[in-house]
């Protein structure tokens, strides 16, 4: 961008004032400021596609590289492909047997605490199973002086 002083803008308003004239000025400087606003929207919008187009040059050259560095893996590396996860049921993949408990197998979400006691029945089981909840016994219930009488009588004639 020109390097512009404030000489240089006073020579500029001076040049435009004798040229345009003081009643044109207002609308002269609107159109100019329309056209500043035009070339910077373009300039923008240049900018923006200049970028876009490198991000994806730069994509395509990140996505070029792994992909040799995945096939020079795959070569150094032939037999060692990814193998299966373990059946969730606490057995061991090769021999089909229950894991042993303290050589790294993993609880699963649904097995109890160690030393956690017998597993809570299910809510069909519950359901189901006759209730051996012992209620406590009611409370005795003492005549209130306002529950032995009885309310008051309203009389007929109240309305009118």
Do not use: C, Y
């Given at each position: 961008?020109?390097?512009?002083?404030?000489?240089?803008?006073?020579?500029?308003?001076?040049?435009?004032?004798?040229?345009?004239?003081?009643?044109?000025?207002?609308?002269?400087?609107?159109?100019?400021?329309?056209?500043?606003?035009?070339?910077?929207?373009?300039?923008?919008?240049?900018?923006?596609?200049?970028?876009?187009?490198?991000?994806?040059?730069?994509?395509?050259?990140?996505?070029?590289?792994?992909?040799?560095?995945?096939?020079?893996?795959?070569?150094?590396?032939?037999?060692?492909?990814m193998t299966p996860l373990p059946p969730s049921d606490g057995q061991d993949a090769a021999t089909q047997e229950p894991a042993p408990e303290g050589d790294g197998a993993f609880p699963q979400h649904d097995d109890p605490a160690p030393n956690a006691g017998p597993a809570p029945a299910s809510a069909e089981a519950r359901a189901s199973a006759p209730s051996t909840k012992v209620e406590p016994p009611e409370e005795p219930q003492l005549p209130l002086a306002d529950d032995a009488a009885p309310p008051p009588a309203k009389p007929e004639n109240a309305g009118d």
């Open positions: 961008m020109p390097d512009i002083g404030a000489a240089e803008l006073l020579v500029i308003a001076i040049v435009a004032i004798l040229v345009i004239g003081p009643k044109d000025m207002p609308m002269a400087l609107r159109t100019a400021g329309r056209w500043m606003g035009q070339v910077r929207r373009m300039s923008n919008h240049f900018r923006s596609g200049i970028d876009a187009m490198i991000r994806e040059a730069e994509m395509e050259d990140m996505e070029k590289k792994w992909k040799e560095r995945n096939a020079q893996i795959m070569q150094d590396h032939p037999g060692d492909e």
